[in-house]
């Protein structure tokens, strides 16, 4: 139990373009989805805080209008990146708190993403 | 402020070596404390995590943990390593407020985990 899913596993994109990124609960209903950002040989980085139906909390100096999250179901969040450029490439995490209670997160495989 | 060290970047052992990775935090308020694990190609996966009571956490595949509030650290420790435990190890901190703060995360940067057969 507790799988969390991403799609793609990859992706590739030209700069200026925009790419979706889906993230979803596979066996449980998460009222909550983080987006984290890791960079190599480093530490995941909070983005935002995604919660079921409200707007995405954004952490400090992570562009909103950027990264777009959108939060529509209880098994469902996507990330957005818009007009992508080369400093987006990176490795995109998110993971998923059951909504039955609990602070334990599961986590995604995550998502490269490769802005050319 | 809110944060999570990992002193070891990276830790070289052969099999059958006893492992610790330390783990510091600051956290101000009651704190949950986990370790996960990244293996090659995969994703985070828990390893163990601590909430409260018994400060000697045990968890997967051998691994052990301690919590000791005096010295804000939570190190994870495994008496004898294997060359499957090769691997990134994260170290993370959580509160238990409620709202939006509820679950939020603050990781460490990581230790590397080289187990030599």
């Known amino acids: 139990g507790a799988v969390v899913s991403q799609h793609p596993s990859r992706v590739i994109c030209k700069s200026g373009t925009s790419v979706k990124i889906e993230c979803r609960s596979l066996d449980f209903q998460a009222t909550t989805m983080f987006w984290y950002r890791q960079f190599p040989k480093q530490s995941l980085m909070l983005m935002a805080t995604s919660n079921e139906g409200s707007k995405a909390t954004y952490e400090q100096g992570v562009e909103k209008d950027k990264f777009l999250i959108n939060h529509a179901s209880l098994t469902l969040s996507t990330l957005t990146v818009t007009s992508a450029h080369p400093e987006d490439s990176s490795f995109y995490i998110c993971s998923a708190r059951d909504w039955r209670g609990g602070v334990e997160q599961y986590f995604g495989p995550g998502t490269r993403l490769t802005v050319t | 402020a809110q944060s999570v060290s990992q002193h070891n970047h990276h830790v070289i052992l052969s099999e059958a070596a006893s492992l610790e990775l330390g783990c510091n935090y600051s956290?101000?308020?009651?704190?949950?404390l986990f370790w996960y694990v990244q293996y090659p190609g995969q994703h985070l996966q828990l390893l163990l995590k601590?909430?409260?009571?018994?400060?000697l956490v045990k968890g997967i595949k051998g691994f052990e943990a301690e919590f000791i509030k005096s010295k804000f650290s939570f190190n994870l420790r495994k008496p004898s390593v294997q060359w499957s435990d090769t691997a990134e190890y994260f170290c993370a901190a959580g509160g238990r407020g409620r709202g939006s703060t509820l679950g939020r995360l603050y990781f460490g940067r990581g230790t590397q985990l080289t187990v030599w057969p």
């Open positions: 956290y101000g308020g009651t704190v949950n």
């Open positions: 601590y909430f409260s009571g018994d400060p």
